[in-house]
């Protein structure tokens, strides 16, 4: 684990479960057409394991074909009040500044519901192929942008010991 430090917010990366972190909001990665969370990648899974049917049934409650970033409650074993359902196109449609605005919006919306921490998966670095220093730099860029608002802990979890911000 390592944490670094910018204004008010904390960053750490760790590497592990982001299903078992202790956070107000966990942020979930589902494909950006896809409304089944148990085929959008092994992110996805971990929630709908951890999550159990419930997980699956409130994303289907609020997913929308105009919407990238949708709210549900916690359900299940994970630890936290909300849930980020940040979707994300695959690479060949990837803007990376798309990327940042979608991480900015994140940590914008978990500003508006107080939240104190919230938790990232290393985005798309998995089945989509995104390369990791590139997302690193929208984190940081996000991050950076932020700075000034409420959230005063981040954490990225990294399910891969060669990804490091």
Do not use: W
């Amino acid at each position: 684990m390592s944490a670094s430090r910018s204004s008010n917010i904390v960053l750490e990366v760790q590497q592990g479960d982001l299903t078992r972190i202790q956070a107000d909001v966990l942020v979930n990665t589902p494909a950006a057409t896809n409304k089944d969370l148990t085929k959008c990648g092994q992110v996805c899974k971990a929630f709908c394991k951890a999550g159990g049917d419930k997980m699956q049934k409130l994303y289907e409650q609020v997913f929308s074909d105009n919407e990238d970033l949708m709210v549900t409650a916690s359900c299940g074993q994970l630890k936290c009040g909300s849930v980020f359902h940040m979707r994300i196109p695959a690479k060949r449609h990837l803007s990376y500044r798309n990327l940042e605005d979608h991480i900015y919006r994140c940590l914008q919306k978990a500003s508006e519901q107080v939240a104190t921490s919230i938790a990232f998966p290393t985005v798309g670095c998995g089945q989509l192929g995104y390369d990791a220093s590139r997302v690193t730099d929208c984190f940081k860029q996000a991050v950076k942008k932020h700075s000034a608002d409420d959230v005063c802990s981040l954490t990225k979890v990294c399910h891969s010991q060669h990804l490091f911000l």
